[in-house]
């Protein structure tokens, strides 16, 4: 089972998206769309982006 961790490739802002998406089976792009979609809809997902940013682990 792959762990939740940013990569160090396939990154455009700090990699949470990708590692999200490689933990998960999806394309980065899949959760960069769908992180942009949530933020049309209110909520803290700004917030938990940066809160992921500060905890995941950065790829070996």
Do not use: D, K
Not at 4 to 27: D, K, Q, S, W, Y
Not at 35 to 56: D, K, M, R, V
């Amino acid at each position: 089972m792959r762990t939740l961790a940013r990569p160090r490739h396939n990154r455009i802002l700090a990699g949470v998206c990708a590692g999200i998406g490689e933990r998960f089976g999806l394309t980065a792009w899949t959760v960069r769309l769908i992180f942009l979609a949530s933020c049309l809809l209110p909520g803290p997902q700004f917030l938990i982006y940066l809160a992921l940013w500060l905890l995941l682990p950065q790829e070996p």
